[in-house]
């Protein structure tokens, strides 16, 4: 039996070492001769013995032999030995084709409008992967125009000040942090999955329209190209750098990390830059994430829902104190919220009409308003899965939200003890242990893992 089984196990480490070879070694021409080379005679014996599995049956059955099931044994275990082996290979390269190192990565974008929460969003990832031992922070390779040169910066200002310190990003600044976030051992050991690399692009969130644009419309890309290239001129760099950014924008291949020394990011024109290196991880990315502003969607559904403007009234007997904050947000409200909610919308629906393949989930923030109209606690976390089921069902008939409940959704919750003492009353902090309430961001970090994803853009 060893010795019968010794044939197929070399075949099958050949197979694997081939395999690593393709994936390492990316040449395009390289990885289709190989292949073509490894993988014709195993699909044409895998054919041969198929062919001869089934004639050897049909001639026992024939001449009225009882089958010798030792036989049949031994031709099964070649066919699955053959078919197990181009199972692994066609595993092994299936990203040994692809046209960039943008797609071996894998980029989740996540796409919102300016105060939709992407700075407190960084914050809630800081503590949540930091904290809860769910990877580490790396760095903060670029900091343009802006006086936090890392997320620890900011994490720290928002436990001591709360939502009042923590503007968001001004236009024109930039910061790009990087996580790791670990992988879960038991899948490490059997499967080899990698940790997950997270990039987080912070800005103001300028320019949603141009970026989806960019994405899918080669014609605008072109001519967005030749106003670069002229704006590249003016700093006086080397004519083949120029032209091979220019390229490399043409190619939707565009990435920060090939020019750290090459520009200083400080002085170019970063509200043409930023959108490319975004519009470009959507193009390259399976998965994207849209937020929405959880204050914006509690003005809009006071505006809407007469059902939501009697929770806000019930809530005077409970705590006055934030009944008198609930109302005077509200009443805040503008056109701007529904503009803000439209254009995320409208944006979502164009990128779902032209990459009908992506995996699209939207991301609710600043739920703690919500959580707390609903009569519910923040001394358990879980309640934000009610808070799902409750917001599932206000928009699930809503003519502008209703594709936020067929998609999918997440609710994220980060909020400071100090804001939970001047928002909503010190009788509701004192079950906080922590300095922070973070909620929401444990499911969304899994859905991050899943499908062996390596990295993450937010912008």
């Not at 089984?5 to 690593?20: E, P």
């Not at 390269?93 to 960039?100: A, H, L, V, W, Y």
Request: hydrophobic residues 40%; positive net charge; contains cysteine.
């Amino acid at each position: 039996i060893l010795n019968y089984f010794q044939y197929y196990w070399l075949l099958f480490f050949i197979g694997l070492l081939l395999g690593y070879i393709i994936v390492k070694k990316s040449n395009k021409f390289f990885s289709y001769i190989l292949t073509l080379a490894l993988f014709s005679p195993i699909v044409y014996i895998l054919y041969t013995q198929i062919y001869d599995f089934f004639g050897f049956l049909m001639i026992s059955q024939y001449i009225g032999r009882p089958i010798d099931f030792n036989e049949l044994g031994k031709r099964l275990i070649s066919i699955i030995s053959y078919l197990s082996v181009l199972i692994l290979n066609l595993y092994l390269i299936r990203d040994g084709f692809k046209p960039s190192k943008l797609l071996e990565e894998n980029l989740i974008p996540i796409l919102g409008p300016k105060s939709s929460g992407k700075t407190i969003l960084s914050i809630g990832l800081f503590y949540c992967i930091s904290n809860k031992k769910l990877g580490k922070y790396l760095d903060t390779p670029i900091a343009v125009n802006t006086e936090h040169i890392n997320l620890y910066s900011i994490y720290l200002k928002f436990l001591e000040n709360g939502y009042k310190k923590i503007e968001g990003t001004k236009y024109g600044e930039v910061i790009l942090h990087k996580f790791l976030i670990f992988s879960d051992p038991l899948k490490r050991i059997l499967w080899g999955f990698k940790d997950k690399k997270i990039e987080i692009v912070d800005y103001a969130g300028e320019y949603l329209g141009d970026i989806s644009k960019l994405s899918y419309d080669d014609r605008f890309l072109l001519k967005y190209c030749e106003e670069i290239r002229e704006n590249l001129k003016k700093y006086n760099l080397d004519e083949y750098l120029i032209d091979k950014i220019i390229n490399n924008i043409r190619k939707r291949k565009f990435r920060f990390e090939e020019y750290l020394d090459k520009l200083d990011f400080s002085k170019l024109n970063m509200s043409q830059i930023i959108p490319l290196y975004i519009a470009f991880s959507i193009y390259h990315s399976n998965k994207i994430i849209f937020l929405i502003d959880g204050i914006a969607l509690v003005r809009y559904l006071y505006k809407t829902n007469p059902t939501f403007v009697r929770r806000i009234e019930q809530i005077k007997s409970k705590n006055k104190t934030f009944y008198n904050f609930i109302t005077r947000l509200v009443k805040k409200s503008d056109d701007n919220d529904l503009n803000r909610l439209t254009l995320v919308i409208d944006q979502y629906k164009k990128i779902k009409d032209k990459f009908k393949d992506k995996d699209i989930k939207f991301l609710i923030t600043k739920s703690d308003f919500i959580l707390y109209l609903y009569g519910l606690s923040f001394n358990n976390t879980k309640n934000l899965d009610i808070i799902c089921n409750e917001i599932r069902r206000e928009l699930s008939e809503d003519p502008l939200l209703e594709c936020v409940v067929n998609e999918g959704f997440f609710v994220s919750m980060v909020i400071s003890k100090k804001d939970i003492d001047e928002i909503y009353g010190k009788e509701e902090s004192r079950y906080i242990k922590d300095q922070i309430l973070v909620g929401g961001l444990d499911k969304f970090i899994e859905y991050i893992k899943k499908d062996n994803i390596l990295s993450s853009i937010k912008w």
